[in-house]
């Protein structure tokens, strides 16, 4: 496990070069004059070249990339050029209130999932399979956008049911600004989970070990949960595990519409204002989680399969 | 395991989902305690931006202009009721005492202003120490600090005797000297503050009611050094409560704040609309301020008609719920109490035509005929819900200069003359006319006004090639001078034509505000005469013949200028709108009885 571990890391620095060196490409080809945005409406060719030269863009293009790797490596992230926050702080401060929305709402879809994913893979052919898998197709037809227009405007403003947005930092204060969100994640992401799942779990109701299973009479939730599900846990992990450590950066539309002050609109708003720093530090950020959402995956698959070794 | 066995059995399962859906329901229906409304004297607002941090150096855009004169306050501000808008001063005794060569400012500051109870004025033991001229000096000083970058700089780039050298002197020695002193920054006394321009400046006063232009103390700027962006501190009439840029910022009235009263002259109207009530009458009125951003419009209008914002615009989607075809409050908004108010906004919205571009800078008949094929009423309608006056020129309603009786002789939305234009021009129904490149943002409805353009000119055989772009690349595009045509938008800094008109002055092209890099010898003769003249008759006529001159030249097709919808509760009260809205909040006032 430790010499896999170290050769996974070691192996991931490459990664981040490339990521970097992409970023950095991308962001000198199309990613719009940081010091054009910096100097405002009534711009003069002197202040854009004092910006340039205070903030080291009038050097050579290696010389900025070097500054680039200089700072990832040290953890320097330094300061947005468009809000001048601190990068490490907007990160930290965003990062509750992201979790706080999409880890309960991630963990209810993949706990509700997998129990859907179950019971219509054992209803396979049956009235609640079909039912089930017409909602899932239309609950994965519909935007996401229009899940949260319609459950903003019905639940929140018509119904009065939940605050229509807010964010409370308090805990569990936060929780009841939370509801809704985390209902229209579960709406919008429980179709593809099932029917993901469904069809991992109907791969193996076909196995030999199942038949063998019936065969020695065993009880058919017996069967599923202790049969079927442990052997279609690969395919469920790998799509957990790897979006765990993504949920760290939020959801823009969900935060966006509900005023949950996540990270979810930070790269977003770093593109729009060609914010070098925070978009480099994000694509840190995002890389590091990737990695590290990888190595987890194959550390679970060796725990939940005897048969993976890791090397 | 038997729990599971009951759900393995197709009817049970059913049932269960069925009370499960149910129990939910019932338990969310209960669960609405935050859909009361406040009851306490807080006035509750909102952001369509978020807010880049309240340092007044870097309020370079409307929302952290309102945010940080909340806090902040300036040797000048605006009249709150007065139409059109004039200054009135604040932190200054009096309007200042100018030299007979216009060149020289005297102020008089405040006796006895403090700013508010800071870690950082340590020799009053973090009681707020009071405002003296220097910390004018000071802040002014900080806009021209080459290390800070600020992008209101050109305030007084160029402006203020000996500043610039300050500045140059600091980039030298890559690092700013504050108690070097500045020939044009004098401060004679602890209550006197004289400024020396460079030469005559009649749109100067306007710059210092400018949110860039409020006095900072220089103790708490060094005490949070970069991290003074988020720890303002200033003599306003609110301080910082809760703070959060991208979401929410709550503010409490200041207990030290001056001796400040609610205006007693307005407009005819105002007494009617209720706004005369209170004059002379000490401010602030509420106790809070919470101020939410909204970037999206469906949270802001569905807060908005729940009542947990006191006032809000309209949003585009929203319009019909609000208003009538007639463009009155709809019954049921009526019925609620809710007002009505409509402010012409000092903007100009513009198609700019690249003037060093070969094709479409060198043909004034071509642009002409592109202008005369916009249909502009129905553009108004479609894109604006109504909400917008047809811009004949560059200088909006409201200000010396305009004319609403000029007619823009391009501006028909007829098509037949549009395409005489175009023959002038040498391109009859288009032919010989290459395809012109057009810039515009990616977002969807600046997509759908160029779909709207692109047919309006396909009309008259003009074909554009749309490139989108991000903001970030719009502008590199407009300040390298690329492309051929755009659609842009200018609100006015300061209530002076001045600021429309400098959007054609030769010396301002790109990177500079004429994004359009017209250059007319003559009109920059005109332009730079007007500057030497205090507002009089003879220099509106010189801004209405600079403004006859770009109808002619037609460097923009002249867009609209927009006109404000604002709505309001009826416990809002004090509420009238306001384009320089710095530090107006204090004169809003909430009846607490009416907010149920």
């Known amino acids: 496990m430790g010499t896999f571990l170290v050769r996974r890391i070691l192996g991931s620095i490459p990664i981040i070069f490339g990521v970097a060196l992409v970023v950095f490409i991308l962001f000198n080809i199309v990613g719009g004059d940081p010091a054009l945005m910096m100097v405002g409406k009534h711009a003069t060719a002197q202040q854009i070249a004092d910006i340039r030269r205070e903030y080291g863009l009038d050097q050579p293009l290696y010389v900025q990339f070097f500054h680039y790797l200089k700072d990832i490596i040290t953890f320097d992230f330094g300061r947005s050029y468009a809000t001048r926050q601190k990068i490490s702080d907007m990160i930290l401060n965003g990062i509750g209130p992201s979790l706080s929305l999409t880890l309960p709402a991630f963990f209810i879809t993949t706990v509700i999932s997998v129990i859907l994913g179950l019971l219509v893979s054992y209803f396979r052919g049956g009235i609640i399979d079909r039912v089930a898998v017409i909602l899932c197709v239309i609950g994965m037809s519909i935007p996401s956008l229009g899940y949260i227009l319609f459950g903003q405007y019905y639940l929140a403003y018509e119904l009065r049911m939940f605050p229509i947005s807010g964010y409370d930092y308090s805990f569990p204060g936060r929780f009841e600004y939370l509801v809704l969100p985390m209902i229209l994640w579960l709406l919008l992401s429980v179709g593809y989970d099932v029917r993901f799942y469904r069809t991992a779990m109907l791969e193996e109701t076909t196995q030999d070990y199942v038949r063998t299973a019936r065969a020695k009479g065993l009880s058919e939730p017996r069967v599923f949960f202790k049969h079927v599900l442990k052997n279609s846990m690969v395919p469920i992990v790998t799509n957990v595990v790897l979006e765990i450590p993504l949920l760290i950066l939020g959801s823009f539309l969900f935060e966006t519409f509900f005023g949950i002050p996540g990270l979810g609109s930070i790269t977003i708003d770093a593109l729009h204002n060609s914010d070098l720093p925070v978009i480099k530090s994000m694509a840190f950020v995002m890389s590091l989680l990737l990695i590290f959402g990888n190595i987890i995956t194959d550390i679970v698959y060796a725990l939940v399969d005897p048969r993976v070794k890791l090397k | ?596």
């Open chain 2, 1 to 596: 395991m038997g729990a599971l066995k009951v759900m393995f059995n197709q009817k049970n399962f059913l049932v269960i989902v069925s009370a499960f859906s149910l129990a939910v329901t019932v338990m969310f229906t209960s669960c609405s305690k935050k859909n009361t409304l406040d009851p306490t004297n807080t006035f509750y607002t909102s952001s369509i931006a978020k807010i880049k941090g309240l340092d007044p150096a870097f309020a370079d855009d409307l929302y952290s202009g309102i945010e940080t004169t909340r806090i902040y306050e300036g040797l000048l501000e605006y009249e709150y009721l007065k139409r059109p808008y004039a200054l009135r001063p604040a932190l200054a005794e009096a309007m200042p005492v100018i030299s007979k060569d216009g060149k020289t400012y005297t102020f008089k500051i405040k006796k006895g202003v403090l700013f508010q109870d800071d870690k950082a004025f340590k020799t009053t033991n973090g009681k707020g120490r009071e405002l003296v001229a220097e910390d004018f000096a000071y802040s002014f000083k900080r806009l021209a600090d080459p290390k800070l970058n600020s992008p209101m700089w050109w305030l007084l780039d160029g402006k203020i005797e000996g500043l610039n050298e300050w500045r140059e002197s600091a980039q030298k020695a890559g690092k700013a000297d504050y108690s070097a002193k500045v020939s044009g920054l004098k401060v004679a006394d602890a209550a006197t503050l004289e400024i020396k321009l460079k030469a005559r400046s009649y749109q100067f006063i306007y710059s210092l009611a400018m949110p860039a232009m409020t006095a900072v103390a220089r103790e708490v700027v060094e005490e949070y050094g970069p991290e003074f962006l988020n720890h303002p501190v200033g003599t306003g009439a609110f301080k910082l409560a809760e703070y959060n840029p991208s979401s929410q910022i709550v503010y409490v009235r200041n207990p030290t704040h001056r001796p400040d009263f609610y205006p007693t002259e307005g407009e005819a109207s105002d007494q009617s609309a209720g706004l005369t009530g209170d004059a002379g009458k000490q401010v602030p009125f509420v106790d809070k301020i919470v101020m939410t951003v909204h970037v999206e419009s469906q949270p802001l209008w569905l807060n908005f008609m729940q009542g947990k914002l006191d006032a809000a615009g309209i949003p585009k989607d929203n319009f019909a719920q609000a208003i009538t075809t007639t463009k009155e409050l709809t019954p049921e908004l009526k019925n609620r109490g809710i007002q009505l108010i409509k402010e012409a906004s000092l903007d100009v919205t513009h198609t700019s035509f690249n003037m060093t571009d070969s094709v479409v800078g060198k043909n004034k008949f071509l642009r002409q005929a592109i202008s005369m094929a916009i249909n502009f009423p129905e553009e108004i309608e479609l894109f604006y819900n109504g909400r917008a006056i047809s811009a004949q020129g560059p200088i909006p309603p409201g200000l010396a200069g305009y004319d609403e009786k000029t007619k823009n002789a391009y501006k028909e939305g007829n098509i037949e003359k549009a395409k005489a234009l175009l023959s002038k021009a040498g391109f009859p129904d288009g032919k010989g006319l290459p395809t012109l490149d057009y810039l515009a943002l990616s977002d969807s409805t600046a997509r759908q006004m160029t779909e709207y353009l692109q047919k309006s000119l396909a009309a008259i055989g003009i074909q554009l090639k749309v490139q989108t772009f991000s903001w970030p690349e719009f502008q590199q595009s407009l300040k390298n001078k690329k492309g051929q045509m755009w659609s842009y938008a200018w609100s006015a800094d300061y209530p002076d034509a001045e600021n429309f008109l400098q959007l054609f002055y030769s010396k301002n092209a790109a990177p500079g505000p004429n994004d359009s890099n017209y250059s007319n010898p003559e009109f920059d003769r005109l332009y730079e005469k007007s500057l030497t003249q205090n507002d009089s008759a003879e220099r509106t006529a010189l801004y209405k013949k600079m403004s006859e001159m770009v109808m002619e030249d037609t460097p923009w097709v002249f867009g609209v200028h927009r006109v404000t919808y604002c709505l309001s509760h009826p416990w809002l009260k004090n509420y009238k709108p306001h384009e320089f809205n710095h530090g107006m909040s204090k004169y809003y006032k909430i009846d607490t009885s009416l907010r149920k």
